[in-house]
């Protein structure tokens, strides 16, 4: 078999690896291309702090200023961070460079539109166009632009997430929290929100010098050292984010990871009763969101996956919060970007508000177990699993916007091809975990016979 | 055609046309592939597309696993020294030297502080033309850049080279033209140390060069109105990146560039007999003045990284070239425009002569110089027909760098640039009428 290609160029950017593919040759080109697609702008660029950060910044930037573009350099710091700064200086765009949860090798470009938002499928195609076609924009050696170097962009993102949803409530008891910021973006920022909050903070993994102490996923299985450290510290809540820090999970009071597609449920949930009003997730989400949306009386859209139909349907809908299961919150009030930072926020108002431990949070819905698998599978074989699964579950309510979808008596599945990795991936969910196991068993084999 | 050399002085272009970021990148990839990652420095002049370049060396030696320390603006022998006392294994300077606003260009400094020799700038061209470069995984990657200042080091190297004491004891009034480029941060601050009085201008590197960054004297009149006015001792005139040196007399006359190296000749010689250093295409003044002070004269291809080789062959006593470069030896063997500005104010210093007084007794020779723009696809076959046609005449010629003929009551030189797309052709003579006939008889046998 031949090797996996290792860089990957696609509408949601260019995402490679270190000493291999992602060369700072291409990274300049893809500069070039964004500059010349924003007509020559302001440009925010920041990073998260993998060891790669720096020489992939200083490619973009000379990329950049090639193109006539002008660089806010806002250092390392969160996606959402670069996201509020676009729109608060009025920029042409922005560029986010993180790979995310991929681990510490891969590095990679997000491209920022001048709304805030990543750019969506049509904007990311003329992108594509504009690189492949290698014709950019060329400014005279005179008219070059500047680069602005800009400290203090994460407190601005802090003072605009105190502003909207307030400090803790004084008077009552302190909020106690430990965080692991995987020594990512929110490294520093993210101790200092809590503290502007009024939440007495125990941090761990938060020296951001491009060491991963942890898989970046912010899943159960990584975070065996916060739940340690909730325990032993007796705290009240236990936040974990990845690289970049727009994804959040929690560990409860006793020290159990509740899932990272528990978050949105618990932001939602304080969002809901403080203002009701629409919500917007992708068809990947839990039940319990439902569940929360209902209890409020509140219409719940579900999307495609990916983060930009998210933030699409929600400027719609005119939605109050939204998001993905992977621990995504987006809080429009602040910005329409998945935010760790809001996530955070979020939560604790929960807890102080309603006077609760985050398992008697959890434990008022039903609860649902979500189970995934992947399988290798040759990309050309996707659209045939598609349609066997199309064809075998065709008396179920089918949801075909991205893979298949089928909700069932006892929950529902979702089967679609990977878009960087030659697979395919099934999750489940149901109320009772062995169900779930059951449905993802059923499916994997269906998939698999399919396959062969 | 649009400009872009390629050659062994390093690579040279308009930004905006030729000189693109990703060029940028791949020869300083290029670069740190030769020297197998290692520490390398980076300096700039004031040019506006420097950021951009920066950003696109510093990405690329990155990429290939170098610890970069970036100097920042400063002039590209502050560099050089600081090659040495950082303990790098080379430096790359981002500037156009001489060249107008729009270009910009990388110059390649290996280990011991001079430019790379042909011998090892063909190695790094092979590099960058192969296109495969050392890529640092992500542990070997460097995740930060170090910073550090020159300039205070390269005037102690200076101090130490020259009679301080003596230049301060003397309060000399000096002018000094910096271009608004990387001198800018040094000349004025070394002739604060030199005790001189400073009549600086053009002296702000934010600012766009008032004038071509090419110390010659036609870009030297508000010099020496400055002179005059400010009855100085002598006006100096810097290029963009401290390697060339105009001068202007106490009488404010500004001296051709050629006259640089000659008069620090004669100052050098006159102390301490030896070996003078120069390219062929230099005024014979040099050879006049060396031998009237028993000295001798080492003749080069053109181009600095020839002459420190020359010095180093020859331990010689001073290099330069009739651009108006000086090499002080006991400073560094590579042109320094500060360097050369201590050799002359000890000099009148000590003698209490005047730049006028000294010029007087110098050889009067007339050069001309005459660029002739050539489509870069012509541009060697241009130079093979004049030196068949020199040939077929049966006159004395030397072809060390293009062709140099030596005539009754002169000299010409037809060379191809290093750096940009044209012929250049210096003659020299006594007289100007016979100068200006060995222009036009050495246009004759020149057919684009």
């Not at chain 2, 040279?12 to 020869?27: C, H, Y």
Request: net charge negative; glycine share 10%.
């Amino acid at each position: 078999m031949r090797a996996i290609p290792t860089l990957k160029i696609s509408i949601s950017g260019v995402r490679g690896v270190i000493g291999q593919s992602l060369t700072p040759t291409l990274l300049t080109r893809f500069a070039q291309a964004f500059g010349t697609h924003t007509g020559s702008g302001t440009i925010v660029v920041g990073r998260d702090p993998r060891t790669s950060g720096e020489m992939v910044k200083h490619a973009v930037i000379a990329g950049i200023l090639s193109s006539g573009g002008r660089v806010v350099d806002i250092g390392v710091c969160p996606v959402p961070t670069v996201q509020l700064q676009v729109r608060r200086r009025k920029a042409s765009g922005g560029i986010a460079i993180t790979a995310s949860h991929n681990p510490a090798e891969w590095n990679a470009l997000k491209f920022i539109g001048s709304n805030g938002l990543f750019l969506d499928g049509g904007q990311a195609r003329e992108l594509l166009d504009i690189y492949h076609q290698g014709e950019y924009t060329k400014v005279n050696g005179d008219e070059i632009r500047t680069v602005e170097e800009v400290s203090g962009a994460t407190d601005t993102h802090i003072k605009a997430i105190i502003d909207a949803v307030g400090p803790l409530p004084s008077g009552k008891r302190r909020l106690k929290v430990v965080l692991d910021s995987c020594n990512g973006a929110g490294s520093i920022v993210g101790p200092k929100l809590l503290e502007a909050l009024g939440a007495e903070v125990v941090p761990i993994n938060v020296t951001p010098d491009g060491s991963f102490p942890r898989p970046a996923e912010p899943v159960p299985e990584n975070l065996g050292d916060l739940c340690e450290a909730v325990e032993q510290h007796g705290a009240d809540v236990g936040f974990a984010q990845d690289m970049d820090a727009d994804r959040l999970a929690i560990v409860s009071e006793q020290g159990i990871p509740i899932g990272e597609d528990y978050t949105l449920v618990l932001a939602a949930l304080y969002v809901l009763g403080q203002q009701p009003g629409p919500v917007v997730a992708n068809l990947s989400t839990t039940s319990a969101l439902a569940d929360v949306a209902n209890k409020f009386g509140c219409p719940l859209f579900l999307t495609k996956i990916g983060e930009v139909n998210v933030t699409d349907k929600m400027q719609q809908a005119n939605a109050v919060i939204g998001g993905e299961g992977n621990g995504g919150v987006i809080y429009p009030r602040i910005n329409f970007a998945r935010d760790s930072l809001v996530g955070m926020a979020l939560v604790l108002h929960l807890l102080a508000d309603s006077g609760k431990t985050i398992t008697q949070l959890v434990d008022q819905f039903p609860r649902y177990t979500v189970v995934k698998e992947k399988m290798l599978c040759p990309s050309e074989k996707i659209p045939a699993v598609l349609k066997m699964l199309r064809q075998k579950y065709e008396k179920f309510p089918l949801d075909t916007r991205d893979g298949v979808k089928v909700t069932l008596p006892e929950g529902w599945f979702l089967v679609r091809g990977s878009n960087t990795e030659p697979i395919v991936r099934v999750v489940a969910e149901s109320q009772s975990e062995s169900q779930a196991r059951e449905i993802v068993a059923r499916v994997y084999e269906q998939v698999a016979h399919c396959i062969k | 055609m649009k400009p872009l050399k390629i050659g062994i002085t390093g690579v040279r272009g308009i930004v905006g046309e030729t000189f693109t970021p990703e060029l940028a990148v791949e020869f300083a990839q290029a670069f740190g592939t030769y020297l197998d990652g290692g520490r390398i420095l980076v300096c700039r002049d004031t040019r506006p597309s420097g950021p951009m370049i920066r950003s696109a060396v510093l990405a690329g030696l990155l990429a290939a696993g170098c610890e970069v320390v970036d100097l920042g603006i400063c002039p590209t022998p502050s560099m050089q020294l600081a090659v040495k006392w950082l303990e790098a294994d080379g430096g790359i300077a981002i500037t156009a030297g001489h060249n107008p606003w729009r270009w910009n260009a990388l110059k390649f400094v290996r280990g011991d502080g001079l430019y790379l020799n042909p011998t090892q700038a063909e190695e790094l061209l092979d590099i960058f033309h192969q296109g495969e470069f050392l890529k640092a995984n992500w542990t070997k990657i460097k995740s930060s850049i170090a910073y550090a200042d020159p300039i205070s080091k390269h005037i102690d190297a200076l101090q130490k080279a020259f009679a301080v004491d003596v230049i301060r004891r003397r309060r000399l009034v000096v002018a000094v033209d910096c271009c608004n480029g990387a001198c800018s941060l040094l000349s004025p601050r070394w002739l604060e140390v030199l005790g001189c009085e400073v009549l600086a201008l053009n002296n702000d590197p934010a600012a766009p060069f008032p004038h071509a960054p090419e110390p010659k004297p036609a870009t030297m009149a508000q010099l020496c109105a400055v002179v005059k006015a400010g009855h100085a001792d002598v006006g100096f005139a810097h290029d963009a990146d401290g390697e060339r040196l105009g001068i202007v007399t106490d009488r404010g006359e500004p001296l051709s560039e050629e006259m640089t190296l000659a008069l620090a000749t004669e100052i050098r010689l006159r102390k301490r007999s030896g070996t003078v250093v120069t390219n062929i295409s230099t005024t014979q003044a040099i050879d006049c003045i060396a031998s009237q002070h028993g000295g001798n004269v080492l003749r080069t291809p053109v181009g600095q990284a020839y002459i420190s080789e020359g010095l180093l062959e020859s331990n010689g006593v001073l290099g330069g070239e009739g651009s108006g470069g000086v090499t002080v030896p006991e400073v560094h063997l590579t042109h320094d425009s500060a360097a050369a500005i201590g050799l002359i104010l000890e000099h009148l210093a000590e003698s209490d002569e005047k730049i006028s007084t000294m010029v007087q007794r110098l050889p009067r020779l007339t050069t001309l110089k005459h660029d002739l723009p050539i489509e870069p696809h012509r541009l060697y076959s241009v130079l093979q027909e004049f030196r068949a046609s020199v040939e077929s005449e049966g006159l004395l010629f030397e072809s060390i760098d293009g062709v140099k003929v030596t005539l009754p009551d002169g000299w010409v030189h037809v060379r191809a640039s290093n750096t940009q797309s044209i012929i250049r052709i210096i003659v020299e003579a006594k007289e100007r009428t016979k100068a200006a006939e060995l222009l036009d008889w050495t246009r004759d046998r020149i057919r684009i």
